[in-house]
Structure formats: structure tokens, C-alpha cells
């Protein structure tokens, strides 16, 4: 038998191992009983598993932190127990408690986060990005399950700086919903105290890979009083996108955008399309004019019958002729 045989007969034993053992491990400690659904949410590799069961550790103990503490077992009543310690939270996943440098202090930011689904991902997304003198809004999409809503409601509590958008969408992929939930973000994040320096936009599945120190001195040298925006003139291929209307359908569980028959109108005052990311850094007078102006009160209504509007509406606004040089990329 060759090497890689030998690998994959050995893997193959110590998974049908691993599954034997959980089996009898829920049968001998009721108590303990974790089902492969509840493993696979809370994110462990098949290794740890076996491991912690061959050293006859309970199942349970496999968690971890963010599942014991941030999302306890279901009770009987197959709710989600929202009892848990802020204090032990904070500790166990090591959140940030004080700013770590005058200049990160200096320069605030915000950060939008429009979650659905995976608990333990948004939570270790915000464990990883949160600093005390930054500000947070969450939205929680409509279809998210209720339990779901509770913990994430329970998890804001804890923080002074974190809070749930004030309103909330049924959110639809590539659908205006998306991009109507980053702009009541933006409302709520205006009205903050937290005199923010630019607002990043982040999904619950999102991680960093710089510190924020890091993403403070990169904004600060490379897009300071500008908008972190790129984008190019609507190409031709992507012109089906806001030539006719799209409609957004929801409906037991299913949700996407359909095309219908009617044509789109132009753009409102002649305004020139860009596409981009629908992910940006925007600066605190950027987002005060597009809340305000008028030109971009009408783009955003015209925009709601378009495919995948957040790829255009940002990007465009940041382009439009007569605006400051500081909203140009």
C-alpha cells in the first residue's frame, strides 16, 4: 500500500473512531451531550474532538470559551440560555479594554457589521476588531432566528460602544435591502457620540488581518480626509444591472432579486455610474453629505430597483462631479 493509502486508511479509522467514541460518550454523560451539528457551529476541527474524547474529557469540554460562554446549550425549552457573564466574556476572549495608543485614541472609527447567521463567527469578528474608544452597529437581518437576535442583543449589552441598528432590514442578496441596512447604520452612527474618523463596513464573516493600529496609521497616511472608495465607469457588461428594474422577492425562507420587463429611467441629474466594491472606508463628512444632499437622496431612491446597488451608490457618490477633491480616491 503507498504512503497516501496508508494516510487516508488512517484517517478514515481514527474519523469512524472519533464517531464511535461521541457516540458513547453522549450515551455515558447525558449531561455533557453535544450532537455533530451543535460541533460543526461552534467551529472545531475533527482532531480536537478526538483527542479530547480518547483523553475521556466530556464532549462539552470540546467547545471552548466562545460556545460555553457566548452561546450556551440549549434548555429544554430549545431556547438559548442569554444568562451569560459580560465580565467572563470579556476576559476568556480577551477584548480590548483600554485603547492601546494615544494615537489610535486620537482617531476613532466606526464599523458597520450586517450579520445572519454563525454566532461564534460574528463574535470572534468582533473580539478581534473591538477597541473601547471605536463605535459598533450591528444589524441583524430580519430572517435571522430569534434566538439568534436575543444572543447577539445580549452580546451589545455588554459594551457601552456596541449597539444594534435602530432599524432593520429582511435583508436579500445583490437587493437594496443590503445596502438600505449599511445607510440605517450610518443614521444611527451620525447621532453617536463617538466623534468617529472614518466608518468601515464589515459582513459577520469578515476578519482582519491588521490591527487597529495598523488600519488607523494606514488611513491616516495613505487616505486622510478621503474616502477608502475604488471604482471604474460602468463597463458595458455590467450595464444590465440598472438598465431595467429588479424586484426583491421574500418568502417562506426563500429570498433573491428577479428582473422584470420594465425599463430603468436614467440616473437622476445626469449623474455618470461607477461600479466598485460594495466594501469601503468612508470618511465622517462623506457620510454627513450623502445622508443630507439632495443628488444623492435621489441616486439612493432611484437605486432601489437595481441589482446589486451598493457596488454603484458609494462609489459613484465619491466620483460626482462639484464635490470636494477630499471625496476623491
Request: glycine share 4%; with cysteine; charged share 20%.
Amino acid at each position: 500500500m503507498s504512503l497516501l493509502g496508508c494516510t487516508k486508511s488512517g484517517f478514515m479509522l481514527c474519523v469512524g473512531l472519533c464517531l464511535i467514541l461521541l457516540a458513547i460518550n453522549s450515551f455515558n454523560q447525558p449531561g455533557d451531550r453535544l450532537t455533530i451539528k451543535e460541533i460543526k457551529e461552534c467551529g472545531f476541527y475533527p482532531g480536537e474532538l478526538c483527542k479530547a474524547l480518547f483523553e475521556e474529557r466530556p464532549a462539552a469540554l470540546v467547545v471552548g470559551k466562545i460556545c460555553q460562554e457566548a452561546l450556551p446549550p440549549p434548555r429544554e425549552d430549545g431556547a438559548i440560555n442569554l444568562q451569560f457573564n459580560c465580565s467572563t466574556l470579556i476576559n476568556e476572549l480577551h477584548f480590548i479594554t483600554k485603547p492601546l495608543s494615544s494615537e489610535e485614541e486620537d482617531y476613532p472609527l466606526a464599523y458597520i457589521l450586517t450579520i445572519h447567521k454563525q454566532l461564534h463567527m460574528f463574535i470572534k469578528l468582533l473580539s478581534a476588531i473591538y477597541t473601547p474608544q471605536n463605535v459598533y452597529c450591528i444589524h441583524i437581518d430580519q430572517k435571522s432566528p430569534k434566538t439568534y437576535s436575543q444572543a447577539v442583543w445580549r452580546l451589545a449589552s455588554c459594551f457601552q460602544n456596541v449597539f444594534i441598528a435602530s432599524q432593520q432590514e429582511t435583508v436579500v442578496y445583490a437587493g437594496f435591502s443590503r445596502l438600505r441596512a449599511d445607510i440605517n447604520c450610518m443614521e444611527d452612527l451620525i447621532r453617536s457620540d463617538v466623534l468617529w474618523r472614518h466608518v468601515i463596513n464589515l459582513c459577520g464573516q469578515d476578519f482582519p488581518m491588521k490591527t487597529n493600529r495598523e488600519i488607523v496609521q494606514y488611513l491616516k497616511s495613505k487616505w486622510k480626509g478621503r474616502n477608502l472608495t475604488p471604482g471604474v465607469i460602468q463597463p458595458p457588461h455590467m450595464r444590465y444591472r440598472t438598465q431595467i428594474t429588479y424586484k426583491e422577492f421574500v418568502y417562506m425562507g426563500l429570498s433573491y432579486v428577479y428582473p422584470t420587463q420594465r425599463e430603468k429611467a436614467a440616473p437622476p441629474h445626469n449623474i455618470t455610474l461607477y461600479f466598485g466594491t460594495a466594501y469601503y472606508a468612508l470618511t465622517r463628512e462623506f457620510v454627513e453629505f450623502l445622508l443630507t444632499d439632495q443628488r444623492a437622496k435621489d441616486l439612493l431612491e432611484w437605486s432601489k430597483e437595481t441589482y446589486s446597488p451598493d457596488e454603484h451608490y458609494w462609489v459613484t457618490l465619491n466620483r460626482m462631479k462639484g464635490e470636494r477633491s477630499a471625496h476623491e480616491t
